[in-house]
Nanobody, 117 residues
Framework: QVQLVESGGGLVQAGGSLRLSCALS????????MGWYRQAPGKQRELVAA???????NYADSVKGRFTISRDDVKNTVYLQMNSLEPEDTAVYYC???????????WGQGTQVTVSS
């Protein structure tokens, strides 16, 4: 059974940085495209950043130039480096894994990121 465990959330002042981590267990990490989503109170969950199996990335317009997604296939972990954080980035951040070929998705439990002004 595939499991995702996120870490790295917390409270930070505007302009600060955080790095989120998401470790995958129970399957071969290299078979999954990975993504980070977020959901703010009263809003729909939205894609923040994604990285394919080959390492190609894409970002929401609101985070381009500030956030960087990366993956380590040895550590079975995907990261989200968040710089120049803004209060609007406050949300619960969720890790997502999409299995190659089947498209089956797995979600992490979420980690809270709060940016104070």
């Amino acid at each position: 059974q595939v499991q995702l465990v996120e870490s790295g959330g917390g409270l930070v002042q505007a302009g600060g940085s955080l790095r989120l981590s998401c470790a995958l267990s129970g399957s071969r990490f290299s078979r999954y495209a990975m993504g980070w989503y977020r959901q703010a109170p009263g809003k729909q969950r939205e894609l923040v950043a994604a990285i394919t199996i080959s390492g190609s990335t894409n970002y929401a317009d609101s985070v381009k130039g500030r956030f960087t997604i990366s993956r380590d296939d040895v550590k079975n972990t995907v990261y989200l480096q968040m710089n120049s954080l803004e209060p609007e980035d406050t949300a619960v951040y969720y890790c997502n894994a999409k299995r190659l070929y089947s498209g089956i998705e797995t979600w992490g439990q979420g980690t809270q990121v709060t940016v104070s002004s």
